[in-house]
């Protein structure tokens, strides 16, 4: 069972929605508007959110941009009318987790959020990496190299912990892509090449030697070889 709120002011599609998830034995909130829909998930405790774009007063981009900027890390589908891979990417790029575009089939949309809910799940994983004189501190999510504290931004963290997972070997653009992103489509964007020289440039530069290599056409190699 889980707990999930739909921030949805279509009230055909809120209503629809949260019958088919509660059928399935889901305890289900709804919310008409940005504003009732932040608070509601500020109040936290759910596993999944469900987030319309296009909501009155405050918009779901806003919304979920504000929940992430204060360390919220629920999983948030956003369900909506906009279908273009510029859309797609916005709400990826905002803080979302998947994106699924109206009209849907309630099949695919109970699939998405349980894969949501499952990648939520602790995994047993180190709590520090170390790669040479780079130090990962997972629970603390903070990285230094030589001694030196290195000011990681969110995504970069995420984007170097799944290279460390990897220490050694080649991570594809897709794995990335799915790991760090959770695209599960090419949003033909140079959005890895730009992280990955952001990412470079703080654990590499003033160094004596990268630990961050390219491998060209496959993808990243994080090694202190």
Do not use: C
């Amino acid at each position: 069972m889980l707990d999930i709120l739909i921030i949805e002011d279509d009230a055909e599609t809120a209503a629809y929605t949260a019958r088919g998830l509660r059928e399935d034995g889901h305890r289900v909130e709804t919310a008409a508007n940005g504003p009732d829909g932040l608070e509601a998930a500020r109040d936290g405790g759910f596993d999944v959110l469900v987030v319309d774009r296009m909501l009155p007063v405050l918009d779901g981009l806003s919304l979920v941009r504000s929940l992430r900027a204060e360390g919220d890390r629920t999983p948030v589908l956003f369900l909506t009318a906009l279908g273009s891979v510029g859309d797609r990417v916005k709400g990826l790029n905002a803080g979302g987790d998947d994106y699924l575009v109206k009209p849907f089939a309630f099949a695919e949309l109970r699939a998405r959020i349980e894969a949501l809910a499952r990648r939520r799940t602790p995994v047993a994983t180190e709590t520090d990496v170390t790669i040479g004189d780079l130090e990962i501190r997972r629970l603390e999510r903070v990285v230094y190299r030589a001694g030196t504290l290195l000011p990681l931004k969110p995504k970069e963290f995420r984007l170097l912990e799944v290279l460390a997972e990897h220490a050694g070997r080649v991570v594809t653009r897709t794995m990335l892509l799915e790991q760090v992103w959770d695209y599960r489509f090419d949003p033909g964007t140079n959005v890895i090449d730009a992280q990955i020289s952001r990412l470079r440039a703080k654990i590499d530069r003033g160094f004596d030697r990268p630990l961050l290599h390219t491998v060209r056409g496959v993808g990243y190699r994080l090694a202190a070889d």
